[in-house]
């Protein structure tokens, strides 16, 4: 496991092969049959049970001129009574062999009756409207949570989009503090239902953003850090400490608080990890030298020695915390728009989890990055929590708690619970809202009480060489050429 721990992962594709059981040729064909005749069945039962909930079914995708989530003028809104945030989203039905106290004690039995009721699943055939006026976006984002009080240390959370709204608008939930900033930038090839909700939900906050460019993002990483750093670079005037880069799936299992403290520990240390980039990931015959890649704005000054020598690419995964301190200094001094393309290149895959990595760990003079030259290995063990596990194809895997898999990576049901809410981390990934809600409606919920995980500690902290080097720069005891990486 550890050797692979930083292989690629994949985040872009179909939803639809969460629920697709590889099957085999003979086994489709004579299945072809049995699916005509159910697709028959189904429709005179969808037929019917438009009469009985209409509203359940107006949310799919018309085409052009049908405005999405329409529900306030065109339709009676759809009777259900809403007692609790899962109603939003989901039936009393639907929700109730949820019991997130007795899961995050991982209470099997509770866990089974769920999993054997067929888990909590959204997908876009099973979607309610939701009103979209800014009351009731609000409502549902924070209606029921603890009033905020003041965070020390405000968090960026820039998060690249490509699949349903409600998923987004629960991960939102999550985090959403008046003083957090998110900046969210969403797949071209998006629905025009995520789109159209998301640009209206942002719109009712001064604290949301959403790019009004889109980026076309798969599966290979392209896009991703031309996206984020878009992202970072539009809200660099904002009040914020540190950002969290996520991607589509990532779900945030610390508290806005505990972020700030975490924050307030690091100061202006960023956190990723430490790995030399595959070659076969980036091109190596390229010019490597900042000079090169006219990465400085103003060389002059700049020693002949960072100029000239060919940055080493270094790697960890697309999700990294980094300080204010070191992303402001970042566009202050550098043109990166050759470099960010370099890494971005279509001939290679895997290319989102280069970047941040190489301007941090090669020393440029940049404020708040490391100095040290370390290139010996290291696992962040602060920022993702991934249940790794790459034997096999995707779907079912006898090795993950939830027994299903995509990509190498455990998709994390309610299983994981007891395991997220113990974890020092900030986030695990991956939650999918097509497999299991029910980990993102849980993990809300110990938000909520203020019962996440445990908050790392400067003493932990110390396990991360840029930590160590920031506090001996503090206690004066600093030799670059002496550090121990
Ligand atoms: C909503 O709750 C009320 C009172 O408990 C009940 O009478 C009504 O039938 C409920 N409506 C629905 C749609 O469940
Ligand atoms: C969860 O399960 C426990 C133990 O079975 C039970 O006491 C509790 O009432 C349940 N809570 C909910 C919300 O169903
Ligand atoms: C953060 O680091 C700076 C520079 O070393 C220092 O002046 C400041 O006191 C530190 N802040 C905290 C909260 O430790
Ligand atoms: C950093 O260390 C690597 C490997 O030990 C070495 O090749 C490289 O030249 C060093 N870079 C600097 C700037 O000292
Ligand atoms: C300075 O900080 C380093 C890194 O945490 C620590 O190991 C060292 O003991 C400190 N030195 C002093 C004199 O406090």
Not at 47 to 67: E, F, I, W, Y
Not at 207 to 216: D, F, M, R, T
Not at 256 to 281: A, V, W
């Amino acid at each position: 496991m550890s050797a692979t721990r930083y292989k690629r992962l994949t985040d872009i594709d179909l939803d639809a092969d969460i629920n697709t059981i590889p099957e085999s040729r003979s086994i489709q064909s004579t299945l072809i049959g049995f699916i005509l005749l159910f697709g028959f069945v189904a429709c005179m039962i969808f037929l019917t049970s438009v009469q009985a909930h209409p509203a359940r079914v107006s949310l799919q995708d018309n085409g052009k001129n049908s405005p999405i989530l329409r529900t306030r003028s065109q339709e009676k809104p759809r009777k259900r009574n809403i007692t609790k945030w899962m109603d939003n989203y989901f039936t009393a039905d639907e929700s109730q062999f949820l019991n997130c106290s007795e899961m995050i004690k991982n209470n099997k039995d509770v866990i089974e009756l769920y999993v054997n009721n067929g888990r909590m699943k959204l997908d876009n055939e099973r979607l309610f409207e939701l009103p979209m006026d800014c009351p009731s976006i609000k409502n549902r984002i924070y209606g029921d949570m603890p009033s905020f009080r003041p965070l020390k240390r405000p968090i960026a959370f820039v998060r690249t989009i490509y699949k349903i709204y409600e998923l987004q608008e629960a991960l939102l939930s999550i985090s959403y503090h008046p003083d957090n900033v998110f900046c969210f930038v969403m797949d071209s090839k998006s629905t025009d239902r995520l789109k159209e909700s998301v640009r209206i939900m942002s719109s009712c906050f001064t604290n949301v953003v959403v790019l009004g460019k889109e980026y076309s993002l798969n599966s290979g990483g392209h896009g991703q850090d031309p996206a984020h750093f878009d992202c970072l670079k539009t809200i660099l005037d904002r009040k914020w400490d540190h950002a969290i880069i996520l991607q589509n799936f990532d779900l945030i299992i610390k508290t806005p608080y505990q972020l700030s403290d975490i924050s307030e520990s690091l100061n202006y240390t960023s956190i990723m990890g430490f790995d030399h980039g595959f070659s076969y990931r980036y091109n190596t015959k390229a010019k490597w030298t900042p000079a090169g890649m006219k990465l400085f704005k103003i060389e002059t000054g700049v020693p002949n020695e960072i100029l000239n020598r060919n940055l080493i690419v270094r790697k960890s995964l697309n999700e990294v915390i980094v300080s204010k301190v070191f992303v402001k200094s970042m566009f202050e001094k550098l043109n990166m728009d050759i470099i960010i393309k370099l890494f971005d290149d279509n001939d290679y895959y895997g290319v989102d989890e280069m970047l941040v990595q190489t301007l941090y760990e090669n020393y440029l003079g940049l404020e708040g990055q490391m100095e040290s030259n370390c290139t010996r290995n290291h696992n962040d063990i602060l920022t993702r929590m991934t249940h790794w596990d790459f034997s096999g194809p995707n779907g079912f895997d006898k090795e993950c708690h939830s027994k299903w898999k995509r990509h190498g990576i455990c998709i994390m049901g309610v299983e994981y619970m007891n395991e997220l809410i113990k974890s020092q981390q900030v986030i695990a990934n991956k939650v999918m809202a097509t497999f299991d809600f029910g980990t993102i409606a849980c993990m809300r919920e110990m938000i909520k009480r203020n019962t996440a995980g445990e908050t790392p500690n400067t003493q932990w902290l110390t396990s991360f060489p840029q930590f160590r080097e920031m506090q001996q720069k503090a206690n004066g005891t600093y030799d670059r050429n002496k550090f121990d990486c």
